[in-house]
């Protein structure tokens, strides 16, 4: 069975930066896309970025030039680097991972909150 490990949460000040990172575990398969999704407080879950096998990128457009995802693929692991963050960016992240069959796994939820 998969899980999926995240770190690097926290709090922080409007401009500063966070580091997200996610670790697969219990299955050596390789995941066809990683990635990140968030959910802030009254709103629907909407993705962030992912990263297929092959580090192609994806951004939602509010994180676009302001965040960056990272893939480790001989750790099975995954990274969010987010920077000028923004009120608007408080959020529990979720990390997510898609195998080329089977279903989608997600990670246990990580608070980020951006004071202004």
């Known amino acids: 069975q998969v899980q999926l490990v995240e770190s690097g949460g926290g709090l922080v000040q409007a401009g500063g930066s966070l580091r997200l990172s996610c670790a697969a575990s219990g299955s050596a398969v390789m995941f066809n896309v990683m990635g990140w999704y968030r959910q802030a407080p009254g709103k629907q879950r909407e993705l962030v970025a992912t990263?297929?096998?092959?580090?192609?990128?994806n951004y939602a457009d509010s994180v676009k030039g302001r965040f960056t995802i990272s893939r480790d693929n001989a750790k099975n692991a995954v990274h969010l680097q987010m920077s000028s963050l923004k009120p608007e960016d408080t959020a529990v992240y979720y990390c997510?991972?898609?195998?080329?069959?089977?279903?989608?796994?997600w990670g246990q939820g990580t608070q980020v909150t951006v004071s202004s």
């Open positions: 990263s297929s096998l092959s580090h192609t990128t």
């Open positions: 997510y991972a898609l195998p080329y069959s089977g279903s989608v796994s």
